[in-house]
């Protein structure tokens, strides 16, 4: 079972930005035809789809990270990105990535990578 490792995280201002980064040990052939998500958990609340990017770049986004948030990925290192800026509080999470589908996360959970935005 593929198991995403996350990287990126950290402590940040408000108003500041993180990269987060995402690598997936899948073959390139598999992962460059996948829809990947970014996910978050707060303390006390249930995780949440944050971004998706299909295979050709589509994007979306929940309406709480829309215009601050951006996913990308390089099909040629099998890995996903969010770039966050303008980062609130409530932006405080761990985040995960996962292959997405309609019926939910395909893979197993990664340890995720914490995020902390102080007031």
């Known amino acids: 079972q593929v198991q995403p490792v996350e990287s990126g995280g950290g402590l940040v201002q408000a108003g500041g930005s993180l990269r987060l980064s995402c690598a997936a040990s899948?073959?390139?052939?598999?992962?460059?035809?996948?829809?990947m998500g970014w996910y978050r958990q707060a303390p006390g609340k249930q995780r949440e789809l944050v971004a998706t990017?299909?295979?050709?770049?589509?994007?979306n986004y929940a309406d709480s990270v829309k215009g601050r948030f951006t996913i990308s990925r390089d099909n040629d290192k099998n890995t996903v990105y969010l770039q966050m800026n303008s980062l609130k509080p409530e932006d405080t999470a761990v985040y995960y990535c996962?292959?997405?589908?309609?019926?939910?996360?395909?893979?197993?959970w990664g340890q995720g990578t914490q995020v902390t935005v102080s007031s």
């Open positions: 990017i299909t295979s050709v770049g589509g994007t």
């Open positions: 996962n292959r997405y589908s309609v019926n939910g996360p395909v893979w197993n």
């Open positions: 899948v073959s390139g052939n598999i992962f460059r035809i996948i829809v």
